[in-house]
T-cell receptor
Framework: GQNIDQPTEMTATEGAIVQINCTYQTSGFNGLFWYQQHAGEAPTFLSYNVLDGLEEKGRFSSFLSRSKGYSYLLLKELQMKDSASYLCAVRDSNYQLIWGAGTKLIIKP | GAVVSQHPSRVICKSGTSVKIECRSLDFQATTMFWYRQFPKQSLMLMATSNEGSKATYEQGVEKDKFLINHASLTLSTLTVTSAHPEDSSFYIC??????????????FGEGSRLTVL
């Protein structure tokens, strides 16, 4: 079966760095996405990786290793507004998006 | 970036009534829209893929007669929850891809509609 694993919850301190991991097992691979979702709101796009390596976008970076079925989202200089759920999603060989359950990130002052 | 608008954002209805949720792509044409449901503290669950001018493709376990999807134009898809019951209370979200300029796979989400069935 297809599976996306990410931690349920993480806690970090304002101003620090946090890494949210995502491992996947899917039938085929056509890209991995990270979305941010604040409570009660729709997800917003953060990043897209289809080739191995690191994609940097401001305070957020996303890394992909296709051979390991692994990705991480790195958030630097954490701000209180970064408190949200972070969803990892993989597009499989049928171009279907498989969603992880999300990681709830709690930022403490 | 592309904008998707969803309406209403919140709706409360009595059990047995039907509720219609609209999803519009405001600045691009969306041949395909996706409808998701999300229960509290759970991930997004794809309900159906809505294709303009054709019947929607429903995921396994989703009742097509209960969740009616209409995609009459390139900018509008509607989800109607028929004969709603309390167990249908959930957060419903639509999304669309803007394929103009190449497919990055990015989904643009509507604001979501929180349905509460009494």
């Amino acid at each position: 079966g297809q599976n996306i694993d990410q931690p349920t919850e993480m806690t970090a301190t304002e101003g620090a760095i946090v890494q949210i991991n995502c491992t996947y097992q899917t039938s085929g691979f056509n890209g991995l996405f990270w979305y941010q979702q604040h409570a009660g709101e729709a997800p917003t796009f953060l990043s897209y990786n289809v080739l191995d390596g690191l994609e940097e976008k401001g305070r957020f970076s996303s890394f992909l290793s296709r051979s390991k079925g692994y990705s991480y989202l790195l958030l630097k200089e954490l701000q209180m507004k970064d408190s949200a759920s972070y969803l990892c999603a993989v597009r499989d060989s049928n171009y279907q998006l498989i969603w992880g359950a999300g990681t709830k990130l709690i930022i403490k002052p | 970036g592309a904008v998707v608008s969803q309406h209403p954002s919140r709706v409360i209805c009595k059990s047995g009534t039907s509720v219609k949720i609209e999803c519009r792509s405001l600045d691009f044409q969306a041949t395909t829209m996706f409808w998701y449901r999300q229960f509290p503290k759970q991930s997004l669950m794809l309900m159906a893929t809505s294709n303009e001018g054709s019947k929607a493709t429903y995921e396994q376990g989703v009742e097509k007669d209960k969740f009616l999807i209409n995609h009459a134009s390139l900018t509008l898809s509607t989800l109607t929850v028929t004969s709603a019951h309390p167990e249908d209370s959930s957060f419903y979200i639509c999304s669309a891809q803007n394929l103009a300029g190449g497919d990055t796979g990015e989904l643009f989400f509507g604001e979501g509609s929180r349905l509460t069935v009494l």
